[in-house]
């Protein structure tokens, strides 16, 4: 499975439930002009909406996901502050 994902096929769902395999396959997608592998920038995303938005998790995700990536934490804190303000 792990295989076909670097091949950049479509892959069963049961490759989650890999987690090892899963989390290297992550791991070793990089950009090479930054520190963070994919696996470090989900886990990172995750975290801070769940922490502090449990409640609306899904739709926070796209957005701050954007803003942790452009590593521009005054528009990811003006985002979440003008949302939970609405």
Do not use: C
């Not at 989650?16 to 002009?33: A, F, P, S, W």
């Not at 975290?47 to 701050?64: G, Q």
């Not at 990811?76 to 003008?82: E, G, P, Q, R």
């Amino acid at each position: 499975m792990v295989e076909a994902a670097i091949r950049k096929e479509f892959v069963p769902s049961q490759l989650i439930k890999e987690h090892d395999k899963l989390k290297t396959l992550l791991v070793n997608q990089k950009n090479y002009d930054k520190l963070k592998n994919l696996y470090d920038h989900i886990i990172e995303v995750l975290d801070f909406v769940v922490v502090n938005y449990p409640a609306d998790a899904l739709r926070k995700f796209e957005e701050v996901s954007y803003l942790v990536k452009l590593n521009d934490s005054n528009r990811l804190h003006k985002f979440l502050s003008t949302e939970v303000q609405r």
